[in-house]
């Protein structure tokens, strides 16, 4: 395939493209189906853009289980797959609900943290008022199950579900009009959070930022209509609409914005 395909996605996507393009080479060579790990949606469309480019068939795991991460199979044209084949597992994180209640952060941090499990090893945290779910890499089942048995000090124990029993969290996303001196990200999230600039640029600097799913280090980042920002801790804001400038040059945003409980 043409490098040009460099030229349509961003500089922090060229690893991925590069492993993208790998795992086509393996199927063309091997004529054999490639599973993926966990990617999130950027990272899917990037590889259907590339079997778009190549002929290889790009199949995702959201096809068949709704989800925001899935695992992508790129497979000949022979294939047609299977739930079963992307090897996902949906474990219940079953706790005492009555006196307590897990949130989507505290399922994440004890995972990254206390597990030290990477991220592409699992998939959707789901969370309600009364359950929570995580889905996992299947090869990996058991090591969720024996080393999550506590989450923020909550006694847990983990059972696998069939997926028709996966729960539907309530997103409690809102829209909201802002106004923002400029695009830049510091500058962005001071306004929209109702933080400092300091405090925006320290939530920077700690690596607790992503734009579009890649994190940015960079406090003059500028911000375009459509990314989505993530801020640990915080939750997400993704640009919508821009409505104009204010007579003292505000930009005036649309944004909508799901809050981390």
């Known amino acids: 395939m043409s490098k040009d395909i460099y030229q349509h996605f961003a500089v922090e996507d060229i690893p991925f493209i590069d492993k993208g393009l790998e795992w086509i080479n393996q199927v063309e060579e091997h004529y054999t189906p490639v599973l993926t790990y966990f990617l999130n949606p950027h990272q899917v469309f990037i590889l259907k853009t590339l079997g778009g480019n190549t002929g290889i068939q790009v199949y995702s795991s959201e096809d068949f289980v709704p989800s925001e991460y899935a695992r992508v199979i ?48 699992f998939g959707d945290i789901l969370v309600t008022d009364q359950r929570a779910q995580i889905v996992v890499n299947q ?6 199950e024996d080393g999550i048995q506590k989450v923020s000090k909550i006694p847990v124990s983990l059972e696998e579900r069939s997926f028709s029993e996966k729960v539907v969290p309530r997103e409690n996303y809102q829209e ?21 600039r300091s405090q925006a640029t320290a939530l920077i600097d700690k690596k607790l930022v992503q734009v579009n799913y890649h ?12 990314d989505l920002v993530s801020v640990r801790r915080f939750g997400r804001i993704t640009i919508l609409r821009e409505n104009g400038q204010t007579k003292k040059d505000k930009i005036k945003l649309t944004v909508q914005l799901l809050l981390s409980k």
């Open 139 to 144: 090869n990996f089942k058991n090591l969720f």
């Open 74 to 121: 790129l497979a000949p044209d022979y294939f047609i797959p299977t739930l079963s084949d992307f090897e996902m597992s949906l474990l219940e994180i079953v706790y005492p609900n009555k006196f307590s209640q897990l949130t989507h952060a505290k399922i994440l941090g004890t995972v990254l943290n206390r597990l030290g499990i990477e991220r592409k090893l």
């Open 215 to 226: 994190e940015v280090e960079k406090t003059d980042f500028q911000l375009k209509l459509g």
């Open 176 to 196: 909201k009009d802002v106004l923002v001196p400029s695009m830049r990200l510091d500058a962005f999230l001071s306004n929209v959070l109702k933080l400092s």
